[in-house]
């Protein structure tokens, strides 16, 4: 089993709706949780970092940790053509930090 | 722009050879990370160095080995290449327990 799980998508969604993004992961050593985006061929770049359960909110996006479930969202409100991309959930265990796959998301205007 | 710089940007050679990557960290960080990303594995952690010492290993492979300076850059090398070692490498460098920045990433192709 791998340590972190993402579906890879592609997930196309019209524009406006809300998106929903998913992880989970198997090890409860992790301790901070974040959301990465990717744009082609570009380097990753951080959108949500958090380290406890339960949401944080940063504009139209929002990041829930469920600890207890192992389970890690992000919630994209009024979806834009301009976040189209590949979204990353990343998890710190100690100095190492996993990634999950990405899931590639389309936004259709 | 993050602020980490990797060279070379592209980079194609033949199977067997050896090649070097390197990542300047942003200006301050003394974390640097190493990650290949293929489209089948995505995002895989190969190595982290702290103010030039080892501190975490992840998938990395024999043939592949990293180094920190001095002067905090760090060098990835790659050798005895096969195909299947083709992928955007990337390096990120961070301060503390932070935000991990990244690079632009290294395109090797492996003919």
């Known amino acids: 089993q791998k340590e972190v799980e993402q579906d890879p998508g592609p997930l196309s969604v019209p524009e406006g709706a809300i998106v929903s993004l998913n992880c989970t992961y198997s090890n409860s050593a992790f301790q901070y949780f974040m959301w990465y985006r990717q744009y082609s061929r570009k380097g990753p770049e951080l959108l949500m970092y958090?380290?406890?359960?339960g949401n944080k909110e940063d504009g139209r996006f929002t990041a829930q940790v469920d600890k207890s479930s192992k389970y890690i969202s992000l919630f994209i409100r009024d979806s834009q053509p301009s976040d189209s991309a590949t979204y990353l959930c990343?998890?710190?265990?100690?100095?190492?930090?996993?990634f999950g796959k990405g899931t590639r998301l389309h936004i259709l205007p | 722009d993050s602020g980490v710089t990797q060279t070379p940007k592209h980079l194609i050679t033949a199977t067997g050879q050896r090649v070097t990557l390197r990542c300047s960290p942003r200006s301050g960080d003394l974390s640097v990370y190493w990650y290949q990303q293929s489209l089948d594995q995505g995002l895989q952690f190969l190595i982290q160095y702290y103010n030039g010492e080892e501190r975490a290993k992840g998938n990395i492979l024999e043939r592949f080995s990293a180094q920190q300076f001095p002067d905090l850059h760090s060098e990835l090398n790659l050798s005895s290449l096969e195909l299947g070692d083709s992928a955007l490498y990337f390096c990120a460098s961070r301060v503390g327990a932070g935000e991990l920045f990244f690079g632009e990433g290294s395109r090797l192709t492996v003919l």
């Open positions: 958090t380290y406890s359960s």
């Open positions: 990343a998890m710190n265990r100690d100095d190492k930090i996993i």
